[in-house]
């Protein structure tokens, strides 16, 4: 059997730093007593988090999948509604749409940013636009004024994920309070952690954001998104039903008339919600060693033309999730190579993401390959991305930056 190499530089198996006061805070609650579900410490980590980034709500949930999966259902989309997607994301971001009957319309990346581009969402927008879905790739803020600006115009919802921009900024504001509703992932590998898994979902919209907040808190604590009515009281004839039957909720006294969501349970746990707020305290910290690190790369990437990180424009902070840059097929670089080399020389990589619209779900449902040429290209032909996680020692970073311009040093022999 093929034992896989050690790496001197890990991909991040764990994008943020865990110690004391995480330790601490789990330890006191577990020694408490005190129940591990729906107590004071998730409600103040949404307390927490909704001051930080801005929004008007803010939910917890047990991972950036289900935020996502709660955010797509909550729209009540129908049969021929259409709704812009991203490509260049993690498949968690669209999946839900995979079970509804929407049309899907991929929009093409604007390849320096990777993020989706603002002018291909404008032409693909119809009447029956009623969402879109997309990601702030690897931290980077999309271009939101001018995708909002287009939403608003025509009354479309927009939902950011947000699970690699907790911590990045958009000309002075977070994602997460940039458009409708945002999506964020606490998963091990994210930019804070809840214990491996976990996720939140925040709401910005003026206008239905009060509605949409109570039923996303229903739809996560396995109560239905549904619309009840007062009713006979019929089951039985309880109209004075004792305390221990409480747990029927509203069974004796209403009627369901619409059925949104059945509800699941996607609660947090109060050591999750604990430890999520510790990590919040270390939350600017740890963003400082991602930004850090990334811009010791790009010092190294600076040295060779036919190389370029991905933009990051003068109005934002990028919080570097991931870091990507892209190399220059047409001065006869190949990709593929220069990914071998750095694994050889003891950096582990793992290029995001695949391009959506080709993965054989999508394909099933007519996508096709020339669809987003630039998501294509960027994937086949141009992307690396290299670990930047705060978690790696200087001797790691170092190590990365030796292999980094080794490997192009090599390539510069080779290329016109
Ligand atoms: C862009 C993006 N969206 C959504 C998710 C899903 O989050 P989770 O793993 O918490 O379900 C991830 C990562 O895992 C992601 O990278």
Redesign the pocket.
């Known amino acids: 059997m093929a034992t896989s190499p050690s790496y001197l530089v890990p991909y991040p198996q764990r994008g943020s730093v865990l110690a004391d006061a995480e330790v601490d805070t789990i330890t006191e609650i577990l020694r408490s007593g005190a129940p591990l579900s729906g107590g004071p410490y998730r409600e103040a980590f949404e307390r927490r988090f909704c001051e930080l980034v801005g929004a008007r709500h803010a939910l917890s949930v047990?991972?950036?999948?289900?935020?996502?999966s709660l955010a797509i259902n909550l729209l009540g989309l129908r049969p021929g509604d259409e709704v812009l997607v991203t490509p260049q994301?993690?498949?968690?971001?669209i999946q839900p749409l995979l079970d509804l009957p929407v049309t899907v319309r991929f929009c093409d990346v604007d390849p320096m940013t990777l993020n989706v581009d603002p002018a291909g969402v404008e032409a693909l927008v119809t009447e029956r636009t009623k969402a879109i879905v997309l990601?702030h790739?690897g931290g980077l803020p999309a271009d939101m004024d001018r995708i909002m600006g287009i939403a608003r115009r025509q009354g479309i919802v927009v939902v950011e994920?947000c699970?690699?921009a907790l911590g990045s900024r958009y000309r002075g504001r977070r994602p997460g309070a940039l458009a409708d509703i945002g999506?964020?992932?606490?998963?091990t590998?994210?930019n804070i952690t809840t214990l491996g898994?976990?996720?939140m979902v925040t709401v910005h919209n003026e206008e239905r954001g009060h509605e949409w907040a109570e039923r996303l808190d229903r739809m996560r604590s396995n109560n239905s998104d549904a619309v009840f009515v007062p009713a006979p009281l019929r089951i039985g004839n309880r109209e004075d039903a004792p305390s221990w039957m409480l747990h029927a909720g509203n069974s004796y006294t209403h009627d369901c008339v619409e059925m949104r969501y059945s509800g699941t349970n996607a609660t947090l746990s109060e050591p999750a919600a604990a430890v999520g707020i510790a990590q919040l305290d270390r939350l600017d910290r740890l963003v400082k060693r991602r930004r850090e690190n990334s811009a010791r790369i790009t010092e190294v990437l600076r040295g060779f033309p036919f190389v370029e990180p991905v933009a990051e424009p003068a109005d934002v902070v990028n919080a570097y999730?991931l870091y990507t840059f892209l190399v220059d097929p047409a001065a006869g670089v190949d990709r593929d190579a220069v990914v071998e080399r750095l694994r050889q020389l003891g950096v582990q990589l793992q290029l995001?993401?695949f391009p959506l619209h080709l993965l054989p779900e999508w394909r099933a449902r007519g996508h096709r390959f020339g669809e987003c040429p630039a998501a294509e290209e960027v994937w086949f032909r141009r992307q690396v991305n290299v670990p930047c996680q705060p978690s790696l020692s200087d001797q790691q970073v170092s190590h990365l930056l030796e292999a980094l311009h080794t490997a192009l040093t090599e390539v510069e022999r080779t290329v016109r």
């Open positions: 047990t991972s950036g999948t289900v935020a996502l994301t993690f498949k968690a971001t990601v790739y994920d699970a690699h999506c964020f992932s606490f998963h590998s994210k898994e976990g996720g999730h995001r993401y």
